[in-house]
């Protein structure tokens, strides 16, 4: 690996998370993407099943400080291709010294011997993400043979405005969220995303660590929809208290939205989505937030104009094939 004179290459483990927490609040405010992450967020996040620090991540380290830090993370299922995800992260002071090419490199090559010990009977890509106006990060992915395949809205909306009333149809209960029917919402989730383009099936431990399991879900401010005893749509929603430490406004962000195919059409997912809103400017929320594909298959994208949200940022899916 060639790196600047003085810089040490190694795994990262779960002490630094407060060192690579510093790294991305710094990448925050040059690349205004809006993920701010705390020390326990970061700790969660490096903690997440099926991950080994020891072989899946690398750091890159100028004395005490992390400079940069890559991982990739392997697809808990695959049907028709296998999809490695990954994430990386250069400080703003860094860029420009080949760090992020050797990063990026070290990615492709733990995506490929992923996918060659997972999924080798389908087609194998590495993914990565970034904030369309950062055009150092699609200088160098699309230099790496990377391409871009989908498009993200980052969608904010001020909880100060009003909300519209939605009323919901009849034969249906809308209900906070209840831990008793974790399962139900699990299965639900699973038949709604498996529509969505990249998704893969994750093991229930691992939706878990990324749902309801996870410190940021907010239990109070998300909801069920009941039909005939079963889950028809929910709304799970997030808090992240770095967040509001570093922009001081306290965020609501609505993580994910999805209603059973048969119960489309009847706006229930229009109205969980008001109930949250409402709920959320009434407990001192100042916006909500949420993220959504550009072509979502269900229309989400205009329900969200509708009740208010307009984008604030896009984010741009990039792919490799593992050739």
Not at 59 to 74: M, R
Not at 138 to 147: A, D
Not at 199 to 207: G, I, N
Not at 237 to 264: F, H, N, S
Request: net charge negative; aromatic share 10%.
């Amino acid at each position: 690996m060639n790196l600047p004179e003085g810089l040490e290459a190694r795994p990262l483990t779960l002490d630094d998370a407060a060192a690579v927490a510093v790294l991305l609040a710094a990448k925050v405010v040059a690349d205004d993407d809006g993920e701010n992450l705390d020390a326990d967020d970061v700790a969660e996040e490096l903690g997440r099943p099926g991950l080994e620090l020891a072989r899946d991540t690398i750091s890159f380290w100028d004395g005490d400080q992390v400079v940069g830090y890559g991982l990739a993370l392997a697809s808990h299922s695959a049907t028709d291709l296998d999809r490695v995800r990954t994430d990386g992260v250069v400080h703003p002071d860094w860029r420009g010294r080949g760090l992020g090419t050797e990063l990026t490199r070290w990615i492709i090559d733990r995506a490929r011997e992923l996918h060659e010990a997972t999924f080798p009977e389908v087609p194998g890509y590495v993914g990565a993400g970034a904030v369309a106006t950062n055009a150092g990060a699609t200088e160098l992915l699309t230099g790496l043979g990377f391409e871009p395949v989908r498009y993200y809205f980052d969608m904010r909306r001020p909880l100060d405005q009003p909300v519209p009333e939605v009323q919901l149809a009849g034969g249906f209960e809308l209900i906070p969220f209840d831990a008793a029917r974790e399962d139900d919402l699990r299965e639900t989730h699973f038949e709604v995303f498996s529509e969505h383009w990249g998704w893969s099936r994750p093991t229930p431990e691992a939706w878990r660590s990324r749902t309801i399991g996870s410190r940021a879900f907010r239990a109070a401010q998300s909801y069920l929809v009941i039909a005939d005893g079963r889950i028809a749509a929910y709304v799970n929603c997030y808090e992240y208290p770095a967040d509001t430490a570093a922009t001081g406004i306290r965020e609501l962000y609505i993580g994910q939205v999805g209603t059973r195919r048969p119960y489309r059409g009847r706006g229930l997912a229009r109205a969980a989505l008001a109930k949250v809103l409402a709920e959320a400017a009434r407990s001192g929320y100042g916006r909500g937030a949420l993220g959504v594909d550009a072509e979502n298959p269900t229309g989400a994208l205009g329900l969200y104009e509708k009740l208010g949200f307009s984008t604030h940022q896009k984010y741009v899916n990039y792919q490799l094939a593992l050739a």
